[in-house]
């Protein structure tokens, strides 16, 4: 008896087995068009979301900075309850300043910033309210006096 080693018989490409197994690689991967019609399905809704995400952004803003507003007035009002007068600056709500006798502070935590980075704006006596004050946010534009400006004597 001789030994020969058996040798592997190949299939030849145009086999059954092998066209089976080629189905089913084909049938795993994703065509590059089934990838480019994804890609650009995801592109349309992208840019009919993000718009209108945009905008949402900005009254998140605005939202803010007027309820900082109304809760640095809350503390205002309180701070004159206790004293008889409002301060002259909002470092007084933290600080008791020299003549704030009654002053059963602090008022606040800490001075907030308003959403876009500014410091909000105190001015006692107000030019919008003259018998009491005027506090309000400079805007995105962090200019005072433009279009954008809201305070508490807005209607915004």
Request: hydrophobic share 40%.
């Amino acid at each position: 008896m001789s030994s020969i080693p058996a040798q592997r018989t190949r299939l030849p490409i145009s086999s059954p087995v092998a066209s089976l197994r080629r189905q089913r690689l084909l049938r795993r991967a994703f065509t590059l068009v089934e990838m480019l019609l994804v890609i650009t399905i995801i592109g349309i809704l992208a840019a009919l979301v993000v718009p209108k995400m945009m905008g949402r952004s900005e009254q998140a803003r605005q939202a803010a900075a007027k309820a900082d507003i109304a809760a640095i007035k809350t503390s205002l009002d309180a701070y004159e309850v206790d004293n008889g007068f409002y301060p002259k600056n909002l470092g007084d709500l933290i600080q008791q300043p020299r003549d704030a006798r009654n002053w059963r502070g602090p008022y606040l935590d800490k001075l907030p910033q308003d959403p876009w980075g500014f410091d909000y704006v105190y001015a006692q006596p107000g030019r919008h309210n003259a018998n009491s004050y005027d506090l309000s946010s400079v805007g995105p534009d962090g200019k005072a006096g433009t279009e954008d400006d809201f305070g508490n004597w807005s209607t915004k």
